[in-house]
């Protein structure tokens, strides 16, 4: 199983970036898929999360209402369209998916100037 976070970069405080995570290796529409983000210091922790159909989602609370996340399991693809960025959502951003989550990609890294 291989994923490939993408779509990172510098953006100005409340700016957007859509990040995209490609998954191969497995049938994409088994298992639920989720972001996760690791800021300079800190332990990973929970972003987002969407079950193997998509028609659930979960949202750590500091993200809810400016970030979402979707996935389209024709395209074997996961996104998090981020908007209303701030300087704390500056990380290193991964996607993950597996029964118990245990497949991660490579991150892609996110810097929100202020």
């Known amino acids: 199983v291989q994923l490939q976070a993408s779509g990172g970069g510098l953006v100005q405080a409340g700016g957007s970036l859509r990040l995209s995570c490609a998954v191969s290796g497995y049938l994409f529409s088994t298992y639920a898929v989720g972001w996760f983000r690791q800021a300079p210091g800190k332990q990973r922790a929970f972003v987002a999360g969407i079950t193997w159909s998509g028609g659930s989602t979960d949202y750590a609370d500091s993200v809810k209402g400016r970030f979402t996340i979707s996935r389209d399991n024709a395209k074997n693809t996961l996104y998090l369209q981020m908007n209303s960025l701030k300087p704390e959502d500056t990380a290193v951003y991964y996607c993950?998916?597996?029964?118990?989550?245990?497949?991660w990609g490579k991150g892609t890294l996110v810097t929100v100037s202020s």
């Open positions: 993950a998916t597996g029964k118990i989550m245990e497949y």
